[in-house]
């Protein structure tokens, strides 16, 4: 009874911590995204400036 037990609580901790990667790696390309697209913006808005110069 006691092992039963002991196995669903690995299983549930192991789960947790599957979630846990997804999560950090979605979180990650987020991040990523965001970065890049700031970088586009502030260059974009930079062109923009030469541009009117």
């Known amino acids: 009874m006691i092992g039963e037990s002991e196995y669903v609580f690995q299983k549930i901790e192991f789960s947790n911590l599957r979630i846990f990667y997804l999560l950090k790696s979605i979180n990650s390309q987020i991040l990523k995204f ?3 697209f700031i970088f586009n ?3 974009g808005y930079q062109i923009l400036e030469l541009l009117k110069n």
């Open 41 to 43: 913006l502030s260059s």
């Open 34 to 36: 965001s970065t890049e």
